[in-house]
């Protein structure tokens, strides 16, 4: 089973400060990586996702993040904060059922994220 | 463009009660699941199902069952009901095609509290 490790449950930054959130997963090479992200009160979306295709992912509202295999890292970035992207953002790794990569998804504990005015 | 729907939103049950979570779909995904979101603890899967008539456990099943007799719906059934399941839970669907492949979309959830 795979493991999903963020680290720093909660992150501050001002508003146009860089933005890192970290993420280290547990596997040598998962099939999928993600980035989800949920405003209060609503449920998850997608904020971008690794195939292998390239390990620069870019996602929506400007952030993106870097798939390192030898650090075993997925961490999430954002050049400048908004004070909208105050939100809590989850890293999950795929794990592939009867050998497919379609499967069970693997989620870290979570980061809020707070942006100061 | 439903997506995923969840029923009800907001629940209050007594310890001891029974009641079913209800998940629909819309997008013709094979594969849905159940999560339940505590504080700190991120999302932990209850229960998932690769398609009508299948389904496994995920990591914290105790106390809940799922039945998928369509590829459309998947509910969530709490047999007796603790304070222990008070928490937030989400179903979501994962699309098995193209670009979206792997991706899970989630419901709004449903919060639950058992008093």
């Known amino acids: 089973a795979q493991s999903v490790t963020q680290l720093g449950s909660h992150v501050s930054v001002s508003e146009g400060a860089l933005v890192l959130l970290r993420c280290n997963y547990s596997s040598s090479v998962p099939p999928y990586l993600f980035w989800y992200v949920q405003y209060p009160n609503q449920g998850l979306q997608l904020l971008l996702k690794?195939?292998?295709?390239?390990?620069l992912v870019k996602g929506i509202n400007g952030f993106e993040a870097e798939f390192k295999k030898s650090e075993t890292s997925f961490h999430l970035t954002k050049p400048s904060a908004h004070m909208r992207d105050a939100a809590e953002y989850f890293c999950a790794v795929s794990e592939g059922y009867r050998g497919s990569t379609l499967g069970r998804l693997y989620f870290g504990r979570g980061t809020q994220l707070t942006v100061w005015p | 463009n439903a997506g995923v729907t969840q029923t009800p939103k907001f629940q209050v049950l007594k310890t001891g009660q029974s009641m079913t979570l209800q998940c629909a779909q819309d997008m013709n995904h094979e594969y849905m699941s159940w999560y339940r979101q505590d504080p700190g603890m991120g999302l932990r899967l209850i229960h998932y199902?690769?398609?009508?008539?299948?389904?496994d456990q995920g990591e914290v099943p105790n106390g809940y069952n799922v039945s998928r007799s369509t590829t459309e719906d998947f509910p969530l059934r709490l047999l007796s009901a603790a304070p222990s399941q008070t928490s937030v839970y989400f179903c979501?669907?994962?699309?098995?095609?193209?670009?979206?492949?792997?991706?899970?979309?989630f419901g709004a959830g449903t919060r639950l509290s058992v008093l």
């Open positions: 199902s690769v398609g009508a008539g299948i389904t």
């Open positions: 690794y195939t292998s295709a390239a390990t």
């Open positions: 979501a669907s994962t699309s098995n095609t193209g670009e979206a492949k792997n991706i899970q979309y």
